[in-house]
């Protein structure tokens, strides 16, 4: 949800053509996984625990931890550019973007619970 929000409605608002070619690829990347979200929610009849808050954590820790390495011992083009690691916001940005999730995670519960309503 916080991909395809911040893409659509923050950055590619304000991208350039050269900056981002919007082709087939970049499209279904920031759009499929959230129908894929909302269809997985819709057809399954799972409860969503608030204990679940600590996987939301463990692998927000995880992914920021494995991009730090990646682009620390390899050069390779970042397609987010507030968060290259050659800024000194940096380690901000990505606290940053940890925090953004949790008002996604709770307006994923709160679908959850209006749809076990």
């Known amino acids: 949800m916080l991909t395809d ?3 659509w409605l923050i950055l590619y608002p304000f991208l350039t053509a050269k900056d981002f070619g919007l082709d087939f690829l970049l499209v279904c990347m920031h759009s499929i996984n959230a129908f894929f979200l909302l ?7 799972l409860r ?14 995880i992914f920021v ?4 390495i990646i682009h620390a011992c390899v050069s390779i ?3 987010y550019p507030f968060l290259d690691l050659s800024s000194s916001y940096a380690p901000l940005w990505y606290l940053g973007v940890g925090l953004m999730h949790i008002p996604c995670y709770g307006i994923f519960a709160l679908i959850i619970k209006l749809k076990h309503f």
Request: charged share 5%; glycine share 6%.
């Open 5 to 7: 929000s911040v893409f």
């Open 77 to 79: 083009w970042w397609p």
């Open 39 to 45: 269809g997985d929610t819709i057809l399954n009849c």
């Open 65 to 68: 931890i494995f991009q730090w």
């Open 48 to 61: 969503f625990p608030m204990f679940q808050i600590a996987y939301f954590v463990l692998w927000t820790g």
